[in-house]
């Protein structure tokens, strides 16, 4: 049986070019088993690479546990797969989210003076 989507709100905050997601719960086995891990889920991960942020494991805060994160390294390179597919699938999706993108950073472009 296949589980319903839930829905992630994400928001572009400028001032501190943070990606915050939001879940209101989060029971769905994709995000802790298919996309994520039962110690660092799928938003988790989502949200990591979104800000580009490093993806690494500790155990008790602060020893390396390079089994954990390379199994979440794994999970982060599934979901960037994932909507590299969905992405694409449909067209008006595609337009929507290359305008979301233009209107933010569009404004950051380095401005050409000639003298």
């Known amino acids: 049986m296949e589980e319903s989507p839930q829905i992630v709100t994400l928001n572009y905050i400028l001032i501190a070019a ?6 209101a719960s989060l029971n769905s ?3 802790m088993f298919k996309y994520g891990l039962e110690r660092y889920n799928a938003l988790r991960i989502m949200e990591n690479t979104l800000n580009l942020r490093e993806i690494k494991l500790l155990d008790n805060g ?6 954990d ?4 390294l794994e999970k982060q ?6 909507f590299k597919r969905w992405i694409w699938l ?3 999706r595609r337009w929507l989210v290359e305008e979301a993108y233009n209107n ?5 472009e380095r401005s050409l003076i000639s003298c």
């Open 29 to 31: 086995k994709n995000a």
């Open 18 to 23: 943070d990606f915050p997601a939001y879940l």
């Open 69 to 72: 994160t390379l199994a979440a």
């Open 62 to 67: 602060t020893e390396y546990n390079e089994r």
């Open 90 to 92: 449909d067209e008006d």
């Open 104 to 108: 933010i950073f569009t404004g950051y």
């Open 77 to 82: 390179r599934l979901i960037n797969e994932e």
